[in-house]
């Protein structure tokens, strides 16, 4: 296994989410977001200049966090939209020799509405595609979007849509209903969703946090790594059990929420502070796993 982050938690410029990744001591960014936009969506000028500062500093890119899909489309969103941002994405992997690029199932509906279920699966099958045709991997990540509803969601994902893997979070199921479950849908539990999901599984995202309160959607609080409700360390044990090699991505949100509506501006010093505090939690919870 292997060490990586979202280091644009850290900070929006990528000279300080690689001085915050090298102060952790990793090698590896899971790249987002540089000074406020997707990676797939910077100019060319500004995308030529973090591919040298990448290549200057040692950093690699295992992974995009693409906007593909994501929980802030609607499935009845124009697909010319998801269909440039592939085109974008895919040229700029294979500069930064990235492999993974995260994709969702577009954002749900209400529960009792009509999900459109063979529209997403026609579209995640052309994403898939146009990836796997450029050798690349796209990987589905269980959050706010279809595949999210529960495990048996995910597993139908991948059922519908031959050749795609999977990137497991371990906070998303805390603040998720489960929805193939009775009335009053409870919570999902992580580590049942990962045994669930696990042979399909080559990437993970870690994050920690606590049920939301009556009436929320987003957690009570987002925690360091094996403080919340995530099951973080038990499904670290299962990973290593179940002989994982992929990649383990930090994204704290203690700091900055990417989902959250409110906008406000965070402190940054915060932000690259709590980044490298996680980071540092997280190198102690793989010791002791050894």
């Given at each position: 296994?292997?060490?990586?982050?979202?280091?644009?938690?850290?900070?929006?410029?990528?000279?300080?989410?690689?001085k915050a990744t090298k102060e952790i001591g990793w090698t590896r960014i899971s790249a987002r977001g540089v000074n406020g936009a997707n990676l797939h969506?910077?100019?060319?000028?500004?995308?030529?200049?973090?591919?040298?500062?990448?290549?200057?500093?040692?950093?690699?890119?295992?992974?995009?966090?693409?906007?593909?899909?994501?929980?802030g489309k609607k499935i009845t969103s124009d697909f010319d939209i998801t269909l440039a941002e592939i085109e974008r994405a895919i040229p700029r992997m294979?500069?930064?020799?990235?492999?993974?690029?995260?994709i969702m199932s577009y954002a749900q509906e209400p529960w009792g509405n009509d999900q459109q279920e063979e529209e997403r699966f026609r579209r995640l099958?052309?994403?898939?595609?146009?990836?796997?045709?450029?050798?690349?991997?796209?990987?589905?990540?269980?959050?706010?979007?279809?595949?999210?509803?529960?495990?048996?969601?995910?597993?139908?994902?991948?059922?519908?849509?031959?050749?795609?893997?999977?990137?497991?979070?371990?906070?998303?199921?805390?603040?998720?209903?489960?929805?193939?479950?009775?009335?009053?849908?409870?919570?999902?539990?992580?580590?049942?969703?990962?045994?669930?999901?696990?042979?399909?599984?080559?990437?993970?995202?870690?994050?920690?946090?606590?049920?939301?309160?009556?009436?929320?959607?987003?957690?009570?609080?987002?925690?360091?790594?094996?403080?919340?409700?995530?099951?973080?360390?038990?499904?670290?044990?299962?990973?290593?059990?179940?002989?994982?090699?992929?990649?383990?991505?930090?994204?704290?949100?203690?700091?900055?929420?990417?989902?959250?509506?409110?906008?406000?501006?965070?402190?940054?010093?915060?932000?690259?502070?709590?980044?490298?505090?996680?980071?540092?939690?997280?190198?102690?919870?793989?010791?002791?796993?050894?």
């Open positions: 296994m292997y060490l990586t982050g979202f280091a644009d938690e850290a900070a929006q410029d990528l000279a300080t989410q690689i969506e910077l100019p060319d000028d500004e995308f030529d200049k973090v591919a040298g500062q990448l290549n200057d500093s040692g950093i690699t890119i295992p992974e995009f966090g693409s906007l593909i899909g994501n929980w294979q500069r930064l020799d990235t492999k993974l690029i995260r099958r052309e994403i898939h595609a146009r990836f796997a045709d450029a050798g690349l991997q796209a990987v589905h990540e269980n959050c706010m979007n279809w595949g999210g509803f529960s495990p048996d969601h995910t597993l139908r994902l991948v059922e519908e849509v031959p050749g795609l893997k999977l990137i497991f979070d371990t906070a998303n199921p805390v603040f998720q209903l489960d929805r193939s479950k009775p009335e009053p849908f409870p919570w999902q539990d992580p580590l049942e969703f990962y045994n669930k999901v696990k042979e399909h599984v080559v990437h993970v995202h870690i994050k920690d946090c606590t049920n939301p309160g009556m009436g929320e959607t987003e957690p009570t609080q987002y925690t360091l790594p094996g403080e919340g409700q995530a099951k973080v360390v038990e499904i670290l044990r299962a990973l290593k059990d179940n002989d994982y090699n992929g990649g383990l991505a930090i994204e704290p949100h203690v700091a900055t929420v990417f989902h959250s509506t409110e906008g406000e501006e965070p402190d940054w010093r915060q932000c690259y502070d709590s980044y490298v505090e996680y980071g540092h939690a997280m190198n102690r919870l793989m010791e002791d796993l050894v």
